[in-house]
């Protein structure tokens, strides 16, 4: 499917997995969720392709810690886009675990809330079945300005105010 | 007053083309209602009962001149004639358009205006006391505070899809709280720790709605410099874990209350202290900025007066005297004063005002009082700086607009939510109980006589208009397709805050006059002299002699 | 939302250009006047009604249904709530021009 990933959009290749889907045969790219990835370790680590975790808004961060900076990819899903605790996860997930791999938004994702998933670390983006990507493209640019810090910059306007003054 | 930079500016200019471009695709139906509506929510439009519904932001409820002549502007121009300020010190107009809304955001924002965040899950407008910079008893000016609020609370990514709206209010004013901070989801009151340095008290959980909660203390002393990450923290919590699954469940008191206070302070603080070093921590460079907006205007040297006499000193209007005495409030500006337009005329729903009359608030805000107003969260406006020797002109001045009457803080200055006849989730109408409550109660001498009692009107259990709190409340419910009323007595938003009570089975819409009358008979005939306010008499005496008087024998059948 | 009581059902809207309260015709335009409304006598002819109301989301908003009795003119709402959506506030507005069209008893 096409996602936007950094600003493009690009083709990917991974699949989500629900709990009771096997692994498939091949190389293929997968996300399980965070309790087959706690609870299916050694199978995962011998899977053939690459693995990742795919969070739901009520998770709690410390299972995958040990292993985030291994994780080629963490989907966190929106069941709703009313759901933003999801935005919550990805700002500890960056800005206090580090965590520098990819991090995707899944599920009711809308155009409308790219701006604010972009800010909080999302850089890759599914958007919601039927939805433009192309159209989508466009909502990282209808603001220039942000008073607070974020993915796209580590200071608050009030610092870099005080900083140009 | 706060002026914007080129920053600012440019974050309220991005909005309007942002939701133009929005309203574009809902109008051509590349976006359904569903997904258009947290959309338009986010920049306060509602869709009520006949029409769409805007809700202007009005930060910490401050307007300079200029603004308010754009509000009439939009008022003459999108609206039919007028608009309605709320209990959150904001202004809502009732009929716009959906395709003029855009064109109005840009109007805004040519004033320094927006309707950002006015609904929706998210953090609204921050409020605060209306007698904010002017107050004596005012320990700092809360203002600066709320701007630094505002700013960090704006398009704040985090915390854009809460589980429910978010309120917060700030006071200067710690020991006169005229901003109900314990009735918001957060408060924040200045004070001074014992080694006498400047800080905020930070409660947490208050709210009326259904059920309403009186915040309880977060943190005792929170040094100012930590103010941003210590909310930060509150909101990180509150968005991870308030709960989601009951809209009606879902405010931050819910999850206060669940957890209990001391569990929420230690999730809050544990959050805290992994931020409180960090980007957060506000600068005194940005702290001094933002204040210097907000200092002290340019007043002249002047004798000041003694408002008790001055009443009587400005000869026979005994319309006058009232106002002076119940309208104008002191200064800390020797020769000042401040001054309430009650928009609470007779026959007039309260809190709304024609664009004549804002236009005419704008002018007598430019020749009296510096060019500043302040809408205040009792649904009056505020003219903030007159000096005391111009009342006389001033009064004349505001009567000539029917914008100078004499009731503020008594029964008739009610607050009134707009109810079934505009809101969509209303159960019973709010404004002709107000209207017929002005109508029966119209002597200023009676009204003088039953003196500093508060009247709050809510159509739902969303309690907009802040039933719990008014030390008289009236609740609309639906009776078997019937509007009906509880009456509630014994409520207080400040100090010494309280959660009214229902005092008994509901009264139909022909009854419940009455039943306010009935209430103020009870009073005035037993209290302890004039000195005992109607809040003290019920506090002494609680429900009973209420109770016997509405309900006993002589009322039955 | 108040119940409502009544004998049939009419489907009723707000309009996405300006929100004003519209109801359903039998031919499926949109009628600001409730008691040219299209009064449904069974749930089925409403749900197929409300399932094609929800089409036409570009124009409308929300549809939903309420009860009606039939009154010499048409559809009658029994609720407050619709009488007062149907015919405007009760309160007075500022502007002359502006006065809802008819009044609701006291």
Same mark, same amino acid.
């Given at each position: 499917?096409?996602?936007?990933?950094?600003?493009?959009?690009?083709?990917?290749?991974?699949?989500?997995?629900?709990?009771?889907?096997?692994?498939?045969?091949?190389?293929? $790219?997968?996300?399980?969720?965070?309790?087959?990835?706690?609870?299916?370790?050694?199978?995962?680590?011998?899977?053939?392709?690459?693995?990742?975790?795919?969070?739901?808004? /009520?998770?709690?961060?410390?299972?995958?810690?040990?292993?985030?900076?291994?994780?080629?990819?963490?989907?966190?899903?929106?069941?709703?886009?009313?759901?933003?605790?999801?935005?919550? #996860?990805?700002?500890?997930?960056?800005?206090?675990?580090?965590?520098?791999?990819?991090?995707?938004?899944?599920?009711?994702?809308?155009?409308?809330?790219? +701006?604010?998933?972009?800010?909080?670390?999302?850089?890759?983006?599914?958007?919601?079945? /039927?939805?433009?990507?192309?159209?989508?493209?466009?909502?990282?640019?209808?603001?220039?300005?942000?008073?607070?810090?974020?993915?796209?910059?580590?200071?608050?306007?009030?610092?870099?105010?005080?900083?140009?003054? | 007053?706060?002026?914007?930079?080129?920053?600012?500016?440019?974050?309220?200019? %991005?909005?309007?083309?942002?939701?133009?471009?929005?309203?574009?695709?809902?109008? %051509?139906?590349?976006?359904?209602?569903?997904?258009?509506?947290?959309?338009?929510?986010?920049?306060?439009?509602?869709?009520?009962?006949?029409?769409?519904?805007?809700?202007?932001? !009005?930060?910490?409820?401050?307007?300079?001149?200029?603004?308010?002549?754009?509000?009439?502007?939009?008022? &003459?121009?999108?609206?039919?004639?007028?608009?309605?300020?709320?209990?959150?010190?904001?202004?809502?107009?009732?009929?716009?358009? #959906?395709?003029?809304?855009?064109?109005?955001?840009?109007?805004?924002?040519?004033?320094?205006? @927006?309707? !950002?965040?006015?609904?929706?899950?998210?953090?609204?407008?921050?409020?605060?006391?209306?007698?904010?910079?002017?107050?004596?008893?005012?320990?700092?000016?809360?203002?600066?505070?709320?701007?630094?609020?505002?700013?960090?609370?704006?398009?704040?990514?985090?915390?854009?899809?809460?589980?429910?709206?978010?309120?917060?209010?700030?006071?200067?004013?710690?020991?006169?709280? &005229?901003? *109900?901070?314990?009735?918001?989801?957060?408060?924040?009151?200045?004070?001074?720790?014992?080694?006498?340095?400047?800080?905020?008290?930070?409660?947490?959980?208050?709210?009326?709605?259904?059920?309403? @909660?009186?915040?309880?203390?977060?943190?005792?002393?929170?040094?100012?410099?930590?103010?941003?990450?210590?909310?930060?923290?509150?909101?990180?919590?509150?968005?991870?874990?308030?709960?989601?699954?009951?809209?009606?469940?879902?405010?931050?008191? !819910?999850?206060?209350?669940?957890?209990?206070?001391?569990?929420?302070?230690?999730?809050?603080?544990?959050?805290?202290?992994?931020?409180?070093?960090?980007?957060?921590?506000?600068?005194?460079?940005?702290?001094?900025?933002?204040?210097? @907006?907000?200092?002290?205007?340019?007043?002249?040297?002047?004798?000041?007066?003694?408002?008790?006499?001055? /009443?009587?000193?400005?000869?026979?209007?005994?319309?006058?005297?009232?106002?002076?005495?119940?309208?104008?409030?002191?200064?800390?500006?020797?020769?000042?004063?401040?001054?309430?337009?009650?928009?609470?005329?007779?026959?007039?729903?309260?809190? $709304?005002?024609?664009?004549?009359?804002?236009?005419?608030?704008?002018?007598?805000?430019?020749?009296?009082?510096?060019?500043?107003?302040?809408?205040?969260?009792?649904?009056?406006?505020?003219?903030?700086?007159?000096?005391?020797?111009?009342?006389?002109?001033?009064?004349?001045?505001?009567?000539?607009?029917?914008?100078?009457?004499?009731?503020?803080?008594?029964?008739?200055?009610?607050?009134?939510?707009?109810?079934?006849?505009?809101?969509?989730?209303?159960?019973?109408?709010?404004?002709?109980?107000?209207?017929?409550?002005?109508?029966?109660?119209?002597?200023?001498?009676?009204?003088?006589?039953?003196?500093?009692?508060?009247?709050?009107?809510?159509?739902?259990?969303?309690?907009?208009?802040?039933?719990?709190?008014?030390?008289?409340?009236?609740?609309?419910?639906?009776?078997?397709?019937?509007?009906?009323?509880?009456?509630?007595?014994?409520?207080?938003?400040?100090?010494?805050?309280?959660?009214?009570?229902?005092?008994?089975?509901?009264?139909?819409?022909?009854?419940?006059?009455?039943?306010?009358?009935?209430?103020?008979?009870?009073?005035?005939?037993?209290?302890?002299?004039?000195?005992?306010? +109607?809040?003290?008499?019920?506090?002494?005496?609680?429900?009973?002699?209420?109770?016997?008087?509405?309900?006993?024998?002589?009322?039955?059948? | 939302?108040?119940?409502?009581?009544?004998?049939?059902?009419?489907?009723? *809207?707000?309009?996405?250009?300006?929100?004003?309260?519209?109801?359903?015709?039998?031919?499926?335009?949109?009628?600001?006047?409730?008691?040219?409304?299209?009064?449904?006598?069974?749930?089925?002819?409403?749900?197929?009604?409300?399932?094609?109301?929800?089409?036409?989301?570009?124009?409308?908003?929300?549809?939903?249904? +309420?009860?009606?009795?039939?009154?010499?003119?048409?559809?009658?709402?029994?609720?407050?709530?619709?009488?007062?959506?149907?015919?405007?506030?009760?309160?007075?507005?500022?502007?002359?021009?502006?006065?809802?069209?008819?009044?609701?008893?006291?």
């Amino acid at each position: 499917m096409e996602i936007i990933k950094r600003g493009e959009i690009v083709t990917s290749s991974w699949q989500h997995l629900t709990d009771d889907q096997a692994l498939p045969e091949g190389k293929v $790219d997968v996300t399980v969720t965070l309790s087959r990835f706690v609870e299916q370790q050694s199978a995962l680590a011998a899977y053939g392709g690459r693995v990742g975790v795919r969070l739901r808004p /009520g998770d709690e961060l410390e299972p995958v810690l040990s292993q985030l900076q291994n994780l080629p990819l963490i989907a966190v899903e929106f069941p709703k886009f009313t759901d933003g605790r999801g935005y919550s #996860l990805a700002r500890l997930l960056r800005d206090r675990h580090e965590y520098r791999g990819e991090l995707r938004a899944v599920g009711n994702v809308l155009r409308d809330q790219l +701006f604010y998933m972009h800010r909080c670390g999302f850089d890759a983006f599914e958007l919601q079945e /039927g939805k433009s990507v192309s159209d989508a493209l466009d909502a990282f640019a209808e603001f220039s300005v942000r008073y607070q810090a974020g993915a796209d910059d580590p200071r608050p306007l009030f610092r870099r105010r005080a900083a140009s003054a | 007053m706060y002026q914007y930079d080129a920053h600012d500016q440019q974050i309220v200019e %991005e909005r309007a083309a942002q939701f133009r471009g929005q309203v574009q695709r809902r109008l %051509e139906g590349s976006i359904t209602e569903d997904e258009f509506k947290p959309l338009r929510l986010q920049n306060g439009l509602y869709m009520q009962l006949h029409a769409y519904m805007l809700r202007v932001a !009005i930060p910490y409820g401050l307007l300079s001149s200029t603004q308010m002549r754009k509000l009439a502007h939009i008022a &003459r121009k999108y609206d039919k004639g007028y608009g309605h300020f709320s209990t959150r010190q904001n202004i809502q107009f009732n009929w716009p358009k #959906l395709a003029d809304v855009p064109t109005i955001l840009d109007e805004l924002a040519e004033v320094q205006m @927006h309707a !950002i965040q006015t609904s929706g899950n998210c953090i609204r407008n921050t409020t605060s006391d209306h007698y904010a910079g002017i107050a004596p008893d005012e320990i700092e000016d809360p203002r600066p505070y709320c701007e630094l609020i505002r700013q960090w609370s704006t398009f704040h990514p985090e915390f854009a899809f809460l589980p429910r709206k978010f309120k917060i209010a700030v006071t200067g004013t710690p020991d006169n709280d &005229r901003a *109900a901070v314990r009735f918001h989801d957060i408060g924040i009151r200045i004070v001074d720790n014992e080694a006498g340095e400047r800080g905020f008290e930070i409660l947490v959980g208050g709210g009326l709605g259904r059920t309403p @909660h009186i915040a309880k203390v977060c943190r005792e002393y929170l040094p100012y410099e930590d103010l941003l990450s210590y909310l930060e923290a509150i909101l990180r919590v509150y968005n991870r874990y308030g709960r989601r699954d009951n809209k009606y469940k879902a405010r931050i008191k !819910i999850l206060v209350s669940e957890l209990g206070i001391d569990e929420f302070r230690s999730q809050v603080e544990a959050e805290w202290e992994q931020i409180r070093e960090g980007a957060l921590k506000l600068v005194r460079e940005e702290i001094d900025r933002v204040r210097h @907006h907000f200092e002290p205007a340019k007043y002249r040297e002047l004798p000041e007066r003694d408002l008790s006499v001055l /009443g009587q000193s400005l000869g026979g209007d005994p319309g006058l005297r009232h106002f002076v005495r119940n309208n104008v409030e002191r200064h800390r500006q020797p020769g000042y004063c401040a001054v309430m337009i009650s928009l609470k005329a007779r026959a007039r729903p309260p809190g $709304d005002a024609s664009d004549t009359q804002m236009d005419a608030i704008a002018d007598i805000a430019d020749e009296f009082s510096l060019g500043r107003i302040v809408v205040t969260h009792t649904q009056n406006l505020v003219l903030p700086d007159v000096e005391q020797a111009r009342l006389t002109e001033l009064y004349a001045r505001l009567a000539e607009h029917e914008l100078a009457t004499a009731n503020a803080g008594l029964l008739t200055d009610s607050i009134c939510c707009p109810g079934l006849d505009f809101c969509n989730l209303a159960n019973a109408r709010s404004i002709p109980v107000a209207l017929e409550i002005g109508e029966r109660f119209d002597k200023l001498d009676y009204l003088a006589d039953v003196g500093e009692v508060s009247l709050k009107i809510s159509g739902c259990i969303n309690a907009c208009g802040h039933h719990h709190v008014g030390n008289i409340g009236l609740l609309g419910i639906d009776k078997l397709d019937e509007e009906a009323y509880q009456l509630v007595l014994g409520g207080a938003p400040g100090n010494d805050a309280s959660i009214g009570k229902i005092i008994g089975r509901a009264f139909s819409r022909d009854q419940v006059v009455d039943a306010i009358e009935t209430v103020l008979q009870v009073y005035l005939g037993n209290r302890q002299g004039e000195d005992e306010r +109607f809040i003290d008499y019920y506090r002494r005496v609680g429900q009973a002699p209420f109770k016997e008087a509405l309900y006993g024998d002589h009322k039955k059948g | 939302m108040a119940r409502s009581r009544g004998t049939h059902y009419v489907v009723t *809207a707000n309009t996405t250009d300006d929100g004003s309260a519209v109801y359903l015709q039998h031919d499926g335009r949109w009628v600001r006047r409730l008691n040219q409304a299209w009064a449904i006598a069974s749930e089925t002819t409403r749900d197929a009604a409300l399932d094609r109301a929800r089409t036409q989301e570009r124009h409308i908003c929300d549809p939903y249904s +309420f009860k009606v009795v039939i009154g010499p003119t048409g559809p009658r709402a029994t609720n407050t709530r619709e009488q007062i959506r149907g015919q405007g506030p009760t309160s007075p507005l500022r502007r002359p021009d502006s006065e809802p069209a008819t009044r609701l008893s006291a």
